[in-house]
């Protein structure tokens, strides 16, 4: 199983980027998605949760309004539209796959993980 993250870059606050990570390995629709965040010296951090379906999305209250995750089963990928960027979005962000049903926000319950992809928002 493979997970591979992309669209990091450096921004400044206020800009948009759109991370993506496509999946290769496992039976895609048959999994929710999620994407999380680690800064340094600081734990993985959830950050957004879409369902197999994509009918179901969570979001913690720091992103919500500005993040946005959305999923497309044909081409095994799943995005994290970042808008109204901060400072404190700063992170290597990592795409994670769980095949429970549960609406999973710790880490430790995702099954597959991507490789991350360095986010910097200069103010």
């Known amino acids: 199983v493979q997970l591979q993250a992309s669209g990091g870059g450096l921004v400044q606050a206020g800009d948009s980027l759109r991370l993506s990570c496509a999946a290769s390995?496992?039976?895609?629709?048959?999994?929710?998605l999620a994407w999380f965040r680690q800064a340094p010296g600081k734990e993985r951090e959830f950050v957004a949760r879409?369902?197999?379906?994509?009918?179901?999305?969570l979001y913690p209250d720091s992103v919500k309004g500005r993040f946005t995750i959305t999923r497309d089963n044909a081409k095994n990928t799943v995005y994290l539209q970042m808008n109204s960027l901060k400072p404190e979005d700063t992170a290597v962000y990592y795409c994670?796959?769980?095949?429970?049903?549960?609406?999973?926000?710790?880490?430790?319950?995702?099954?597959?993980w991507g490789q991350g992809t360095q986010v910097t928002v200069s103010s």
């Open positions: 994670a796959a769980d095949r429970s049903i549960v609406a999973h926000t710790t880490a430790d319950n995702y099954n597959y």
């Open positions: 390995g496992l039976t895609f629709s048959s999994y929710a």
């Open positions: 879409i369902s197999r379906n994509a009918i179901s999305t």
